[in-house]
């Protein structure tokens, strides 16, 4: 049986079979963070609109657009939350979420740009000193930033 399904899969070419797993296997969303910390080494947390009530605050975070790398995925959704710039450091976590969700998580340092919310997503931004995090954050988004 084995060699009844080698063979053909030998003779399609490459792009067919990436075709063919494509279609075989499961698609993933990819959820990246990051942990924006400035020259004196605060935090930048958001209070997300969208997010439960009581958890609204945490690092800047969206999903990966198709062809996009983790760290242009965090350059822009800083940029198009806060306006600001940074410059992308280490990978720090890199996790199956619930589901078919994938977790990217990077540190990353600010280097320019003026704070200019995006208000449909975003309700405020506040730079926090490590040691004194709001309570109501995500606790995940905690321990990223603990995590040293």
């Known amino acids: 049986m084995k060699k009844l399904i080698v063979r053909p899969w030998r003779l399609v070419n490459g792009s067919l079979q990436w075709r063919i797993l494509w279609l075989r296997h499961a698609k993933f969303t ?11 080494g605060n935090v930048l947390l958001l209070k997300h609109r969208f997010w439960p009530m009581g958890r609204q605050w945490g690092l800047p975070t969206g999903c990966a657009n198709r062809s996009e790398t983790f760290e242009d995925t965090v350059r ?8 600001l710039k940074v410059d992308v450091g280490e990978l720090v976590q890199l996790k199956s979420g619930y589901r078919l969700r994938l977790e990217v ?7 320019g740009g003026t704070l200019k919310l995006d208000d449909f997503e975003i ?19 905690r321990l990223l930033i603990h995590r040293k």
């Open 30 to 40: 990819v959820g990246v963070t990051g942990i924006v910390r400035d020259a004196d």
């Open 76 to 83: 822009r959704e800083v940029r198009e939350e806060t306006g």
């Open 105 to 111: 998580a990077y540190e990353a340092e600010l280097v």
């Open 123 to 141: 309700l405020e931004a506040r730079w926090f000193a490590p040691h004194d995090l709001p309570k109501e954050m995500q606790e995940a988004h």
